[in-house]
DNA sequence: TAACAATCGTTGGTACCCCCAACGAAAGTC
DNA sequence: GACTTTCGTTGGGGGTACCAACGATTGTTA
């Protein structure tokens, strides 16, 4: 019956391939390290956003953090419910709101970074530090090749 | 305002991210390609499974294209329905299914192949060709271990 | 200034991939 | 014969990503 459960070299052999299934582990180990800070990706996302650019309406931070607007208002309401995060409307322009990151919202987001860092360790293992390198300049150039033409 | 829609450090710095991204990038390319041909990851797997292992049962199936079994019940279905595949129940056990690929199957499968081998152009654009066999080399490596410890 | 266009936040829905729990039916094992 | 395992199936959930539409507000411009 031959029944190996190996996968076909149809599959193996494409890139697209090999990025989607690595990411597929990349993002349980993601997922997991930061369900277990009670959090998820795009939190993460927002609350980095917010620290390095500091307030903005909801428009600027899905440009910016590169979620749906449509989504980010699940996130924020999540973020705000646990205090991380407030939403004040502008008064400049009352089409918008104001996030801001909270104290709580920094302190959270150095504990994400702590867990981030050790899933990034969890994903790159097998490789050597030269080798961690090789990959990220590649990837960097894929994205920034995508990002462009979008 | 600095309304910049770039991505914050924290973000582009991370491995992870790097690789959910351009998984997220190449995802679209192959399920925008797969969609021109009336077909998706799944049918793709499957066809291919079946093609170099031949006729199996779900379970086996499952087993080598790393589809979940209750996912599969759903992809053979369309397949099936699509006429690109058959199945039958296994005399030899009755509790099995055997799934074999029919003739218009094989001809889809040409086409699919086809289409992604188009997608892999488009993904990888921007590296060069020891570029690329690099970021595989680096991809497998990284997929074989994780597929163990798992 | 009045009409038009664009932006912002929100809601609700879709799609894909991945995973889990449970079940009846059939096989294998002791 | 009881027990366990496998198989196919159903139904559900979660996370990421996207689209369509809407009221409200702002801007542009004729």
Same mark, same amino acid.
């Given at each position: 019956?031959?029944?190996?459960?190996?996968?076909?070299?149809?599959?193996?052999?494409?890139?697209?391939? +090999?990025?989607? /299934?690595?990411? &597929?582990?990349?993002?349980?180990?993601?997922?997991?390290?930061?369900?277990?800070?009670? =959090?998820?990706?795009?939190?993460?996302?927002?609350?980095?956003?917010?620290?390095? !650019?500091?307030?903005?309406?909801?428009? &600027?931070?899905?440009?910016?953090?590169?979620?749906?607007?449509?989504?980010?208002? &699940? =996130?924020?309401?999540?973020? =705000?419910?646990?205090?991380?995060?407030?939403?004040?409307?502008?008064?400049?322009?009352?089409?918008?709101?104001?996030?801001?990151?909270?104290?709580?919202?920094?302190?959270?987001?150095?504990?994400?970074?702590? /867990? +981030?860092?050790?899933?990034?360790?969890?994903?790159?293992?097998?490789?050597?530090? &030269?080798?961690?390198?090789?990959?990220?300049?590649?990837?960097?150039?894929?994205?920034? !090749?995508?990002?462009?033409?979008?």
């Amino acid at each position: 019956m031959t029944d190996d459960d190996t996968a076909p070299t149809r599959l193996t052999g494409l890139p697209s391939w +090999l990025l989607t /299934q690595t990411a &597929a582990y990349a993002g349980r180990l993601v997922t997991d390290g930061l369900a277990s800070v009670d =959090a998820r990706g795009y939190h993460f996302r927002v609350l980095a956003t917010l620290d390095e !650019y500091g307030p903005a309406s909801q428009a &600027a931070l899905g440009r910016r953090s590169g979620i749906h607007l449509s989504d980010l208002v &699940a =996130a924020i309401n999540e973020l =705000a419910a646990r205090g991380l995060v407030e939403r004040a409307p502008d008064l400049d322009d009352r089409r918008r709101n104001v996030v801001t990151l909270t104290a709580t919202g920094r302190r959270q987001l150095a504990t994400l970074d702590e /867990q +981030l860092a050790t899933v990034q360790e969890q994903l790159l293992t097998p490789l050597s530090a &030269a080798e961690r390198t090789q990959l990220t300049t590649l990837l960097a150039k894929l994205l920034a !090749y995508h990002r462009m033409s979008s």
